[in-house]
């Protein structure tokens, strides 16, 4: 089934919106990926973020369930002069979700568990952190690999004429979706990163927009 085009767009428009919350949110907390890279480091800062760094995860969570409903209703929209790129774009866009949303639920999930246990035993949490940050860190990569793709095909496929949307959407897509994939193998490239963050953000609030006017 395919949701209405003005939901859709309603749920990415909100996505965007959650997500650059997120954005602001992480920026500001003053960690570097070298904070969470080093448990002597990650630890302290997580005990004492503990509410930022748990709120982080949920706008993360929520994002991801909306994002769902946009990526069904933009393949869809899609579908009918480009039903090869618009299953791509779907079932690209699912998997990359579906990391995007295990990995916000570990560190949702083992968050309190890894601050109780450094206060026991800080050497067994220091290892334990380890293990985590390397599943979130791969989730969030495989996340960003699919996702990109999904937007890198949405793009294509609007620039080709799919869903008779603006073609300057489709080629910002393109770029955006190629940053953003490209964010999984460049992961120590701080403009990368930043790019895999921002310009999803703008692809959501715009597509969104484009779906509801369409």
Partial sequence: ???????????????????????????????????????????????????????????????????????????????????????????????????????????????????????????????AWVAVNALTTSLDGFGNLFVGLSILLAGWAVTAGGGGLSAMLGWYGVVAGGVTALATFASGVPLVMMGSFVLPIVWLLWAGNALRTA
Avoid: C
């Fill in 1 to 127: 089934m395919v949701p209405r085009q003005q939901s859709a767009g309603t749920a990415a428009i909100v996505a965007g919106i959650l997500l650059a919350i997120l954005f602001v949110l992480y920026v500001t907390s003053g960690a570097t990926m070298e904070t969470f890279a080093d448990p002597a480091m990650a630890l302290p800062y997580v005990a004492q973020q503990s509410g930022r760094m748990r709120a982080i995860a949920l706008l993360a969570m929520a994002t991801v369930a909306l994002a769902v409903i946009f990526t069904a209703g933009f393949a869809g929209k899609l579908r009918d002069r480009t039903s090869t790129r618009a299953t791509g774009v779907l079932y690209f866009g699912l998997l990359g979700l579906a990391g995007h949303g295990l990995g916000a639920v570990v560190f949702w999930s083992g968050l309190p568990t890894l601050v109780a246990r450094a206060a026991a035993d800080q050497v067994a949490a220091n290892h």
